[in-house]
């Protein structure tokens, strides 16, 4: 087929492709005439109503095809020549989209904090801020002006404070039923201000009135305010609301350590905040009873106690619990882990204050396990909120778990215990987010399980590993190393057959720990008084060996190719399965030379060494040319030279015997690398 016949086939499909767009076409300008009309009918109703569709509708079929000709076919097809408009009404109709103005409306205001720029910024709030501190500091500085001459008596102050904040609240109550809503807040919020300034006036400096009824006029002035930005949704002032609610104990307070009180207090505003935002997805609000949660939980876990094992002493972790609770049960999962996340950490906070006094470990057990439960509790439906979510399956049951086994008795069995409890909540928690899965419909969701379950199935393996190091690893190092080495051993069957990367990294870290202290163990050993690998360190240094061993022939015969359960991707454990190829060899190269290093005297390890080098290379060698590994091949080459070398340089110290045993046996071995090598 010549290039002209390919030419004339192509611009024959391409016609096909207009055709088939016309009707489509059609439909298209169909619907913008019908849009223009509706336009020209609101900016001129008698004419427009009636010229715009027809307008629209002038062009026939075959102009129209040609028009979409001639943009397909630029260079056979005539150009299309604009079209002129018949009349002046068809011009005015067609032209309406591009030169008919807007019609008149009000205005709509963007959202708050939608494309507010830093001058709008700046005019919006912070002109607002700088005129409410000016006006602070000018009434301030006239009351301490008038106090100083005696003219404001403390009845007076406390009075003319009143009457001040009525008269800011009224201005801003009017402003808000003309229109001015944020700034009408605004003032309110400034009018609560001055309440709990006068109510700390009135009570704990000047004693008017004792510290109960001060306390309730602030929490009436906050809850009205709260109330109030609650019927027309200012989630803004509700925080203000919430927030001087939360204050007025601490702004109406003389010192006395009222801890009942203000806890009952504290708890009351957050559980009726929480019930009145819990669908309205206000995020600030709930941030803002997070942080009175963490403050009424820190501030009351620091009065002293005359008995730190009394059930007062726990009332602050308590409170925590509580307040972390109730987000659980009435919030929506987004804004539920904001405050229960919060509450979470003020418990870690009271736990590590008791458990530094000395307070009953049981409890402060109990109490860490529950929080930990929460927290895991906190992670599903999180959505891409990773931060969150790492801090829920990981940093607060480990926080949790640090306290609960400071808290124990520095028993090595008892914290073993502790730890492996915890390893066993992490393991559950795992399993229920992997249930979880498998109904999950949105991707967010799947990310946050997902990411979660892996937290958790880590934090089981680690914190299981760490049990067995806890509990033995002190008086019974290598039974330790043994039993971390079958564990990192079944730990790596778990992840071949669940086909779960997270495991890898408990394994990994545990593999990691028994090789190290294995080789501790041996090196600690007395050299030249000692059997070679029929000590206790040889076990744990063979436990280690084949703890590598198995996890890599786990993971070698992992099945491949599986399909994926519903919300799991498969996994691919190549990385790996390269790693756990490379490690056992070198282990049992470095274990077998650390064994023959100090046997039986100077002379014989010397000899063993020598031909320990030449044996290893050679080997080396050879099953790297059969199995055509070209790095173990080089490995090997290098090993069997250094033993030739090692003979040359340290065999003239040995007896006649040995001296030539060596000399023969590296010569020999380096004879059959040199054969294997003649064709290279």
Same mark, same amino acid.
């Given at each position: 087929?010549?290039?002209?016949?390919?030419?004339?086939?192509?611009?024959?499909?391409?016609?096909?492709?207009?055709?088939?767009?016309?009707?489509?076409?059609?439909?298209?300008?169909?619907?913008?005439?019908?849009?223009?009309?509706?336009?020209?009918?609101?900016?001129?109703?008698?004419?427009?109503?009636?010229?715009?569709?027809?307008?629209?509708?002038?062009?026939?079929?075959?102009?129209?095809?040609?028009?979409?000709?001639?943009?397909?076919?630029?260079?056979?097809?005539?150009?299309?020549?604009?079209?002129?408009?018949?009349?002046?009404?068809?011009?005015?109709?067609?032209?309406?989209?591009?030169?008919?103005?807007?019609?008149?409306?009000?205005?709509?205001?963007?959202?708050?904090?939608?494309? #507010?720029?830093?001058?709008?910024?700046?005019?919006?709030?912070?002109?607002?801020?700088?005129?409410?501190?000016?006006?602070? #500091?000018?009434?301030?500085?006239?009351?301490?002006?008038?106090?100083?001459?005696?003219?404001?008596?403390?009845?007076?102050?406390?009075?003319?404070?009143?009457?001040?904040?009525?008269?800011?609240?009224?201005?801003?109550?009017?402003?808000?039923?003309?229109?001015?809503?944020?700034?009408?807040?605004?003032?309110?919020?400034?009018?609560?201000?001055?309440?709990?300034?006068?109510?700390?006036?009135?009570?704990?400096?000047?004693?008017?009135?004792?510290?109960?009824?001060?306390?309730?006029?602030?929490?009436?002035?906050?809850?009205?305010?709260?109330?109030?930005?609650?019927?027309?949704?200012?989630?803004?002032?509700?925080?203000?609301?919430?927030?001087?609610?939360?204050?007025?104990?601490?702004?109406?307070?003389?010192?006395?350590?009222?801890?009942?009180?203000?806890?009952?207090?504290?708890?009351?505003?957050?559980?009726?905040?929480?019930?009145?935002?819990?669908?309205?997805?206000?995020?600030?609000?709930?941030?803002?009873?997070?942080?009175?949660?963490?403050?009424?939980?820190?501030?009351?876990?620091?009065?002293?106690?005359?008995?730190?094992?009394?059930?007062?002493?726990?009332?602050?972790?308590?409170?925590?619990?509580?307040?972390?609770?109730?987000?659980?049960?009435?919030?929506?999962?987004?804004?539920?882990?904001?405050?229960?996340?919060?509450?979470?950490?003020?418990?870690?906070?009271?736990?590590?204050?008791?458990?530094?006094?000395?307070?009953?470990?049981?409890?402060?057990?109990?109490?860490?396990?529950?929080?930990?439960?929460?927290?895991?509790?906190?992670?599903?439906?999180?959505?891409?909120?990773?931060?969150?979510?790492?801090?829920?399956?990981?940093?607060?049951?480990?926080?949790?778990?640090?306290?609960?086994?400071?808290?124990?008795?520095?028993?090595?069995?008892?914290?073993? #215990?502790?730890?492996?409890?915890?390893?066993?909540?992490?393991?559950?928690?795992?399993?229920?987010?992997?249930?979880?899965?498998?109904?999950?419909?949105?991707?967010?969701?799947?990310?946050?399980?997902?990411?979660?379950?892996?937290?958790?199935?880590?934090?089981?393996?680690?914190?299981?590993?760490?049990?067995?190091?806890?509990?033995?690893?002190?008086?019974?190092?290598?039974?330790?190393?043994?039993?971390?080495?079958?564990?990192?051993?079944?730990?790596?069957?778990?992840?071949?057959?669940?086909?779960?990367?997270?495991?890898?990294?408990?394994?990994?870290?545990?593999?990691?720990?028994?090789?190290?202290?294995?080789?501790?163990?041996?090196?600690?050993?007395?050299?030249?008084?000692?059997?070679?690998?029929?000590?206790?360190?040889?076990?744990?240094?063979?436990?280690?060996?084949?703890?590598?061993?198995?996890?890599?022939?786990?993971?070698?015969?992992?099945?491949?190719?599986?399909?994926?359960?519903?919300?799991?991707?498969?996994?691919?454990?190549?990385?790996?399965?390269?790693?756990?190829?490379?490690?056992?060899?070198?282990?049992?190269? #470095?274990?077998?030379?650390?064994?023959?290093?100090?046997?039986?005297?100077?002379?014989?390890?010397?000899?063993?060494?020598?031909?320990?080098?030449?044996?290893?290379?050679?080997?080396?060698?050879?099953?790297?040319?059969?199995?055509?590994?070209?790095?173990?091949?080089?490995?090997?080459?290098?090993?069997?030279?250094?033993?030739?070398?090692?003979?040359?340089?340290?065999?003239?110290?040995?007896?006649?015997?040995?001296?030539?045993?060596?000399?023969?046996?590296?010569?020999?071995?380096?004879?059959?690398?040199?054969?294997?090598?003649?064709?290279?």
């Amino acid at each position: 087929m010549t290039d002209f016949e390919r030419l004339a086939q192509r611009v024959d499909q391409l016609e096909g492709i207009v055709r088939g767009l016309y009707p489509l076409v059609q439909q298209l300008r169909a619907d913008v005439g019908s849009l223009v009309a509706e336009r020209a009918t609101a900016a001129n109703p008698p004419a427009a109503a009636v010229a715009g569709p027809t307008a629209i509708a002038a062009d026939p079929p075959g102009q129209t095809r040609d028009a979409i000709g001639a943009m397909a076919e630029p260079a056979v097809a005539p150009t299309a020549q604009p079209r002129v408009a018949a009349s002046p009404a068809e011009g005015r109709a067609t032209t309406a989209p591009a030169a008919s103005p807007r019609p008149a409306g009000p205005r709509t205001s963007a959202p708050d904090g939608a494309h #507010l720029t830093l001058e709008a910024a700046v005019g919006r709030y912070g002109t607002l801020a700088l005129a409410t501190v000016s006006i602070l #500091l000018g009434v301030g500085a006239f009351v301490r002006w008038a106090i100083a001459h005696g003219w404001l008596g403390p009845a007076v102050r406390v009075a003319l404070g009143l009457l001040a904040a009525g008269a800011v609240a009224a201005i801003g109550m009017r402003l808000r039923s003309h229109g001015a809503r944020r700034f009408g807040h605004t003032l309110l919020a400034l009018a609560l201000a001055i309440v709990h300034v006068d109510a700390w006036g009135a009570g704990p400096m000047l004693h008017l009135v004792s510290s109960p009824v001060a306390l309730g006029g602030a929490a009436m002035a906050s809850a009205a305010l709260a109330w109030l930005a609650l019927v027309d949704g200012e989630p803004t002032t509700f925080s203000v609301g919430v927030g001087g609610a939360l204050l007025a104990p601490f702004v109406t307070s003389t010192g006395e350590p009222h801890v009942v009180a203000v806890l009952t207090f504290g708890y009351a505003v957050i559980a009726i905040s929480v019930w009145a935002v819990r669908d309205r997805g206000w995020e600030i609000p709930v941030a803002i009873l997070a942080l009175g949660s963490v403050v009424y939980t820190a501030v009351t876990a620091r009065v002293s106690q005359p008995d730190w094992t009394a059930p007062a002493a726990f009332l602050p972790a308590t409170f925590a619990l509580g307040c972390a609770s109730t987000a659980m049960f009435v919030l929506p999962p987004r804004y539920r882990s904001t405050l229960a996340q919060g509450a979470l950490v003020a418990l870690w906070n009271a736990l590590a204050i008791l458990t530094a006094r000395g307070s009953l470990a049981s409890v402060v057990t109990g109490a860490a396990a529950v929080g930990t439960i929460v927290a895991y509790a906190t992670v599903p439906r999180l959505g891409d909120a990773a931060l969150r979510m790492v801090v829920g399956a990981f940093i607060l049951p480990l926080a949790l778990l640090c306290t609960a086994v400071w808290a124990v008795p520095a028993i090595p069995i008892d914290r073993a #215990l502790v730890t492996a409890g915890w390893g066993a909540g992490a393991a559950v928690a795992a399993t229920m987010y992997d249930r979880l899965l498998s109904g999950a419909t949105t991707s967010s969701t799947d990310w946050s399980l997902l990411t979660g379950r892996s937290f958790a199935i880590a934090m089981a393996g680690l914190e299981g590993g760490a049990a067995i190091v806890i509990g033995f690893g002190e008086r019974h190092p290598v039974l330790s190393t043994v039993l971390l080495a079958m564990y990192s051993a079944a730990l790596a069957v778990v992840a071949a057959q669940r086909a779960w990367p997270a495991v890898l990294v408990p394994m990994f870290v545990g593999l990691a720990v028994t090789s190290l202290w294995s080789w501790q163990l041996l090196a600690a050993r007395a050299e030249y008084a000692y059997t070679p690998f029929l000590t206790r360190p040889s076990l744990a240094a063979a436990a280690s060996v084949a703890g590598w061993v198995v996890a890599a022939i786990a993971i070698r015969r992992a099945p491949r190719g599986r399909p994926a359960r519903p919300g799991v991707a498969e996994t691919d454990l190549t990385a790996a399965l390269g790693l756990l190829t490379v490690v056992p060899p070198v282990l049992l190269f #470095l274990w077998v030379r650390q064994e023959l290093a100090g046997a039986v005297s100077s002379e014989v390890s010397t000899f063993l060494l020598i031909a320990y080098y030449a044996v290893a290379g050679v080997g080396a060698v050879f099953f790297g040319r059969a199995r055509t590994m070209p790095p173990v091949r080089h490995a090997g080459l290098a090993v069997a030279v250094y033993a030739a070398l090692k003979a040359v340089a340290e065999a003239s110290h040995l007896g006649i015997g040995l001296r030539v045993s060596s000399y023969l046996l590296a010569g020999a071995f380096l004879l059959a690398v040199a054969y294997w090598y003649r064709a290279a």
